[in-house]
Every structure is written in structure tokens, then in C-alpha cells.
């Protein structure tokens, strides 16, 4: 009896982990079935497209994902309140009664094991939501010369689908493998019954690396024909860049540079 009783404590500490606090009057995910999740990484290609998805397409906030294992931070909140540390999901309209969910946060767990149980937690969530696709946008460190964008799948069946959908999937990347929450997340998907994938963005990974976000999402948007208002700022952020390098014609810089392969890591 004692170690019954021990064991529903334990139970009970690990559901203590993650609390969901809903937001704006919603009690649920909306039924939606495909997830974009990102959190800062390389180059923070996924979590900057995310980002700008959320406002172009005017995203509703449904949630506020709590964990005891996030870096204990507050920060400002959007409306300017002070917010103890969480990951934001948002739901994007996509039709009548579709929506397309993302999820993103400034920071992620430092420790293995954290990231692991943060992990399983956030996947057994989207499960019982009746999530049935995970997409993970990530960038990956490459040279200055490769700008690709591929998608690596977490089972079998899912690289087929992908496949049909003329997405670039690859076999060979990445080829060192992938660590912390984005690898955990797009991966564990079949443990859950999800559908799951990485899609990467090559990148020097230096700095925020804008186009390489505008491109994933180009890309997705293509793959999954999701319909979704992509964010044409990329281009205009780089012409601010310029012009504090060389005010005179930055326009034709500009030009230039979006014509050359390595101008998209300045």
C-alpha cells in the first residue's frame, strides 16, 4: 500500500510539471491537426519565421504552457506585464473552422533531463489534442555558399507522405545528428502517434538569420499548402542594414546582394 501510494505521488509530481494556462476565453487546441514548433537555436531561423507567421497572419494566443524546468526568467508579456516563464501557442486560421497551431517560447531547459521530461510532456499534450502532424523548425550551421532547405522526417510512413507532397526530404542530414528540444520534439512523434519532422534552413548561424526564415516558411507553405500570409519584411530589414553601410544607393545594393548567394548572411 505504501508503494502504491508513493508511486501516485510521483504520478502526480511529473503532471505537476507542465500547467496550461488557457488564454482569451479558449479551453482547447481548435481542433487543429498540424503543429509548427519552434524555440531559439541556430541562427533563430525557426523561432524568428515563427514569430513573423504569428503576425502576419494575426495569430490568436490559446495558451500559456508553464514548465518547472524552463530557466527561471520573467519577462515583459506583449501587453507589457510582467510573465513568469512559458511557451505561447497561438492558433492560425487557415479556413472556416481549420487552424494551424504554433508554439514557441524565448528559452528552452538547460538540462538534458529537463529538455527530455519538457519534451514528453509538451508531445503527450498534442497527443490527447488530437495533434496529428508536428513540424520543427530549426536551422542548421552550414557554410556561407549552401542555402538549402530539406525536411527529415521521424518515421517511415511520414518521409513517404512527405515525399508525395514534393517536399525535400532528405536521408543524409543532419548527418552529426541533432540536440536539445527541437531534435527531442521532432522525434518523438511515433513514441506518441504523431507524425513528426524537422525542417531545416542551412545558415551561418552567426546572427538572426532573416531570409533563412522567410525561405522555410516560403518553403512549408509550398510543401503543406497551407495557404498562410508569409512576411515580405526580409527584404526591407536588409535595406536598413545597408544603409547604415552605404546610404548613397542601397537600393542597388540590395539588388545585388539578394542576387548573390552569400548576401543572405550579412
Known sequence: MECQTLYCLLIDIHHMSLLIEWRNGHNDM????I??????????????????????????????????????????????????PHLSVRAIAT?????????????????????????????????????QQLIVLAGMVDDAATKEIFIV??????????????????????????????ALMSSLGPVYG?????AIATTIGSSGDIIAS?????????????????????????LEKLKQISPKNPSDLVSELTQNHDAFYM
Open 30 to 33: 481548435l481542433g487543429a491537426k
Open 35 to 84: 503543429c509548427l514548433f519552434s524555440l531559439p537555436g541556430v541562427g533563430n531561423v525557426g523561432k524568428s519565421a515563427i514569430d513573423a507567421l504569428n503576425s502576419a497572419n494575426d495569430a490568436t494566443e490559446l495558451a500559456r504552457l508553464h514548465h518547472t524546468s524552463l530557466p527561471p526568467l520573467a519577462t515583459l508579456d506583449d501587453d507589457g506585464l510582467l510573465s513568469p
Open 95 to 131: 479556413g472556416t473552422d481549420s487552424h494551424i497551431l504554433t508554439i514557441t517560447g524565448t528559452s528552452q531547459p538547460l538540462e538534458p533531463n529537463n529538455q527530455g521530461l519538457m519534451a514528453r510532456e509538451l508531445m503527450s499534450m498534442l497527443s490527447k489534442n488530437d495533434v
Open 153 to 182: 522526417p521521424s518515421s517511415s510512413a511520414y518521409r513517404v507522405d512527405l515525399e508525395a507532397m514534393g517536399a525535400n526530404v532528405r536521408r543524409d542530414e543532419p548527418s552529426s545528428g541533432a540536440i536539445g528540444m527541437a
Open 194 to 198: 504523431i507524425s513528426s519532422a524537422c
Open 214 to 238: 522567410q525561405n522555410l516558411l516560403m518553403s512549408l507553405d509550398k510543401w503543406f499548402e497551407l495557404n498562410l500570409a508569409i512576411p515580405e519584411d526580409a527584404s526591407n530589414k536588409l
